[in-house]
């Protein structure tokens, strides 16, 4: 058997346009832009390039984008200071600050500062305390776009065995409150856990977010499984892999996501959707 791949590159093509579609309806309608403000602090290669995509695709969607670049030894009160000024300005919808954020920032404090009305990547407390109570302000976009996948795939939740390895704020807790919130029984596997292959071959969903390259193989996967791979990591050669060895896992898997090609776009597409709907919301 060889797993059936989830597109997640032709999937969020699809969503981005029926965004656009949306902002343009917007526009017409209300006089409105949907737009997100990017803040970006030091000379980190990979945040550049996710900045640089977030911008392209607001373009390209028809949103207005602001880029904001500050050098690694700005003082945090500089990067507060514009924060205050996106949060009061009403054109403004979305505001995000790539992480990670040089040594001298406390990035709690950072996220804190946003706005909850405008914290499109819903890691404001104010919004994962809405998560975590089940009704969600924003949800962050890494799990937001695979519950999308899931759902377009018609993949069974209700009552399903959902393992999520890793932890993170940023994908692993979220996600575990999402695959709840659809009634599914939920694992969450971490550095300390003591048998991994234990939990992962019970899995009806495995979603894997540790930043370990192929950590996943094919012998851990219960047939027929839904492979979920978030990681992104780059090997010796330098190429792109996943926390899942894919030659492995597809052989045993029903459905998985390829690294690149994934959920990685998908992730980008879900922040434009919050973007959409945080300006939706200024129309009360």
């Known amino acids: 058997m060889t797993a059936k791949i989830i597109d997640g590159k032709a999937l969020a093509?699809?969503?981005?346009?029926?965004?656009?579609?949306?902002?343009?309806?917007?526009?017409?309608?209300?006089?409105?832009?949907?737009c997100l403000a990017v803040i970006l602090v030091g000379e980190d290669p990979a945040s550049a390039v996710y900045v640089k995509n977030k911008v392209a695709a607001c373009e390209k969607a028809g949103f207005r984008s602001i880029k904001e670049t500050y050098p690694a030894n700005v003082e945090p009160m500089v990067v507060l200071g514009k924060i205050a000024a996106l949060n009061a300005d009403p054109s403004v919808h979305g505001i995000l600050v790539q992480l990670p954020l040089p040594k001298q920032f406390?990035?709690?404090?950072?996220?804190?500062?946003?706005?909850?009305?405008?914290?499109?990547?819903?890691?404001?407390?104010?919004?994962?305390?809405?998560?975590?109570?089940?009704?969600?302000?924003?949800?962050?976009?890494?799990?937001?776009?695979?519950?999308?996948?899931?759902?377009?795939?018609?993949?069974?939740?209700?009552?399903?065995?959902?393992?999520?390895?890793?932890?993170?704020?940023?994908?692993?807790?979220?996600?575990?409150?999402?695959?709840?919130?659809?009634?599914?029984?939920?694992?969450?596997?971490?550095?300390?856990?003591?048998?991994?292959?234990?939990?992962?071959?019970?899995?009806?969903?495995?979603?894997?977010?540790?930043?370990?390259?192929?950590?996943?193989?094919?012998?851990?996967?219960?047939?027929?499984?839904?492979?979920?791979?978030?990681?992104?990591?780059?090997?010796?050669?330098?190429k792109l892999c996943g926390d899942v060895d894919f030659e492995s896992a597809k052989e045993v898997a029903g459905l998985i996501t390829p690294v690149p090609g994934g959920v990685g776009p998908m992730t980008i597409t879900m922040l434009l959707a919050n973007t959409l709907e945080a300006a939706e919301r200024t129309l009360g």
């Open 106 to 238: 406390d990035a709690e404090a950072v996220l804190e500062a946003i706005s909850p009305e405008k914290d499109v990547d819903g890691f404001h407390v104010e919004n994962v305390g809405a998560l975590m109570q089940g009704n969600p302000r924003f949800v962050p976009c890494t799990p937001y776009g695979v519950m999308q996948m899931l759902k377009t795939e018609n993949v069974p939740l209700k009552g399903a065995e959902a393992v999520i390895v890793g932890r993170s704020n940023i994908v692993g807790k979220p996600m575990a409150m999402l695959l709840l919130a659809e009634s599914c029984t939920v694992t969450i596997c971490h550095s300390r856990t003591k048998d991994l292959a234990f939990h992962t071959r019970r899995a009806d969903i495995l979603v894997a977010a540790v930043g370990q390259p192929k950590m996943i193989t094919g012998d851990m996967i219960k047939p027929g499984a839904t492979v979920i791979d978030v990681g992104i990591n780059r090997t010796p050669e330098g």
């Open 13 to 34: 093509e699809t969503l981005r346009a029926e965004l656009a579609e949306k902002a343009a309806a917007l526009k017409a309608t209300q006089g409105i832009t949907p």
